[in-house]
């Protein structure tokens, strides 16, 4: 009889029990759900950031700025001694206008019927061919100087002044740190919730005050293994007395959350 009673009460809790749990899962990935939104991070990168390399060997004369400095698009960053390679292009200048004149004289006589036509060609042909020497040596002059190609700030220097390099040897590595964007990696039921041209907010580490950003694009693809996409953003509206800089990370408010369905759940 005890036995028989004892049964009954554990028929009559058993779906308190199980509605107990139900509520202790739900309130698990309710909680998850919000810690895992809250550490969300994203990092603020530079659009622009570049290694210049020398387009041609010779000895350095001038490399004008270090770590740190900043410049102007058009600035000088390095300069070679470039005397061989002007000496080089002046002679090709030289031999390029013998035989420009050489085939203009030769268009002359032939008005005149004095030579034929293949030896018109054939002057045509080696101005043709003196023009793109001197033109190959006015690029090389070119390459002994590297100019900014945008407005920043230098990173670091691989080399010194007076020190000689090859081509391709890297000597200046620049960012522009005025035109910045954040990416995030966010997890992909993120995904269909998230779309270019909404508005964020991100919260740098260290500082108390809430950016506005807003979101320029979407990786088109989901990693498999972290499940997650990538997502990039740039600052709306950054005070001038806020400063950022690439590198720096923060936190990622979503203003659009994922919906969650939690009716296959229910006991």
């Known amino acids: 009889m005890l036995k028989q009673k004892m049964e009954m009460k554990v028929d009559i809790l058993k779906p308190l029990i199980n509605k107990s749990i139900f509520t202790l899962l739900m309130s698990v990935i309710t909680t998850a759900s919000y810690a895992a939104d809250s550490s ?3 990092i603020v990168q530079a659009k622009q950031r570049s290694i210049l390399s020398a387009l041609v060997a010779g000895k350095i004369t001038q490399l004008p700025l270090q770590a740190g400095q900043t410049f102007k698009q058009g600035d000088l960053l390095m300069a070679l001694d470039c005397r061989h390679y002007q000496a080089a292009h002046k002679g090709a200048n030289a031999e390029w206008r013998v035989k420009q004149k050489a085939f203009t004289n030769n268009q002359s006589l032939q008005q005149y019927n004095a030579i034929g036509k293949l030896e018109v060609e054939l002057a045509r042909s080696e101005r043709d061919v003196a023009e793109s020497k001197a033109t190959q040596t006015k690029i090389t002059v070119e390459g002994c100087k590297i100019k900014a190609p945008y407005a920043g ?4 220097t691989f080399t010194q002044p007076y020190q000689t390099i090859n081509v391709g040897d890297p000597v200046i590595e620049i960012i522009d740190n005025k035109n910045l964007s954040v990416e995030m990696i966010l997890p992909y039921q993120h995904y269909f ?3 270019p041209g909404d508005k964020i907010n991100f919260i740098i580490d260290g500082q108390p005050n809430t950016t506005s950003l ?17 997502a990039y953003a740039d600052f709306t509206n950054l005070p001038a007395s806020q400063p950022v800089s690439p590198g720096m990370t923060g936190i990622i408010i979503l203003n659009n959350k994922p919906h969650t369905t939690t009716s296959q759940l229910q006991p």
Do not use: E
């Open 153 to 156: 700030t230098v990173v670091k």
């Open 214 to 230: 807003t979101i320029t694009r979407l990786a088109p693809v989901i990693d498999t293994v972290s499940n997650t996409f990538r």
């Open 40 to 42: 969300l991070r994203g």
């Open 193 to 195: 919730a998230t779309h």
